[in-house]
């Protein structure tokens, strides 16, 4: 039988790439459940764009051409910045407010060339196990979804960067989710400068100790939680103490990568916009306010129960216009000091027995 025969005239069928649904954020859309950082991405009416819009004018005029203002703003009118910032810094702008609140900036403009030094001509003792984890950063987001991509290729010159920066911290992995956050609302270079002010101290206190050999801040801040809960949850307390669960269990990730770990996108900006402004004690408000919310459910709960509920929180309890006014009116400044300065004597208090023997 008789092939038949090709006809050339015929136009080849091109594949045509799928375009995957994406939101506003950049991440895939997927069915809304689990811990998917897209939830809570509401729907934009016109009376929600025109209000945003009136909000980003208001920015606009408060940072100035640049930021050029932002300095004169803030010293005249703390509190309405304070104010704004924890209404939710717009998005268009988040980068650039960012930068300003953290000193990043600064830091920038007093060492010009030195991240391309550490990029280009410096090698790093972690750049394998950074390789290894850069898949594992924000998986479905779109800028970091492609092997090699630009998104991961940025992610990788910045943490090999801080790397070299600062050898002492290297690279440990919940890094990864902080620098990628960095990543979304700006370049690799204003992206490194800010990662260094968070962990060197620029206008907080310094993070570096989340991330050091043996995790010390991490363990100093889960033993504040632990106290704060029982303190301000008593009955919630006890019952964690009965079913042996303790803070390391559930929250270390809440503040190796200030919440950008797996909660839902939209939430971590707004949190993120206060810890960048107010420091680390807006995580401890965070959690606590997460175990308020749920209080009454988790102390029914036996050990294994528990447990998943801590590590899957409800989705109205994440919704950032109902956690964080709870999170806010939660005070925690005036007991962390204490526990501060409890801890520093407690350090020094050896010292002092030993100096009148010694004399």
């Known amino acids: ?132 984890d850069i898949s594992r950063t924000f998986p479905s987001h779109v800028f970091f979804q492609k092997r090699h991509g630009p998104g991961q290729r940025s992610l990788y010159n910045v943490l090999k960067a801080y790397s070299v920066y600062d050898r002492d911290v290297g690279y440990v992995q919940g890094m990864g989710f902080v620098a990628g956050l960095l990543l979304l609302y700006m370049s690799e270079e204003d992206a490194f400068w800010l990662l260094v002010a968070l962990l060197k101290g620029a206008v907080h206190s310094p993070m570096e100790g989340l991330y050091q050999a043996g995790l010390p801040l991490v363990q100093k801040y889960l033993l504040q939680f632990d106290q704060l809960v029982r303190e301000l949850m008593p009955k919630l307390g006890e019952h964690f103490t009965q079913e042996m669960i303790n803070p390391s ?24 916009d206060v810890f960048l402004a107010e420091g680390i004690n807006i995580v401890f408000k965070v959690g606590l306010a997460l175990l308020k919310h749920c209080h009454d459910d988790l102390v029914k709960l036996p050990f294994e129960e528990l447990m998943h509920a801590l590590r899957n929180f409800p989705e109205d309890a994440m919704d950032p216009d109902t956690l964080l006014p709870l999170a806010y009116s939660i005070k925690v400044a005036k007991r962390l000091e204490e526990m501060k300065q409890d801890g520093e004597k407690a350090v020094a208090k050896p010292a002092q027995t030993v100096n009148p023997v010694q004399q």
């Open 249 to 272: 269990m559930y929250a270390s990730q809440w503040f190796i990568t200030v919440f950008s770990y797996s909660f839902p996108f939209h939430s971590a900006l707004r949190i993120w």
């Open 1 to 132: 039988m008789e092939k038949k025969k090709s006809n050339d005239s015929e136009a080849v069928p091109v594949p045509v790439p799928v375009l995957v649904p994406v939101d506003r954020f950049g991440f895939l859309k997927q069915e809304e459940h689990g811990n998917s950082p897209q939830r809570f991405i509401k729907s934009r009416s016109s009376t929600n764009y025109e209000k945003e819009e009136r909000r980003v004018t208001k920015w606009r005029k408060m940072i100035g051409a640049g930021g050029s203002d932002w300095k004169h703003y803030v010293r005249r009118k703390p509190h309405v910045v304070k104010r704004r910032i924890r209404k939710g810094i717009p998005d268009c702008l988040r980068g650039l407010v960012w930068q300003l609140i953290s000193g990043s900036r600064d830091l920038l403009l007093m060492n010009p060339g030195v991240y391309e030094q550490l990029v280009v001509y410096e090698t790093s003792a972690s750049e394998l196990d950074i390789i290894r």
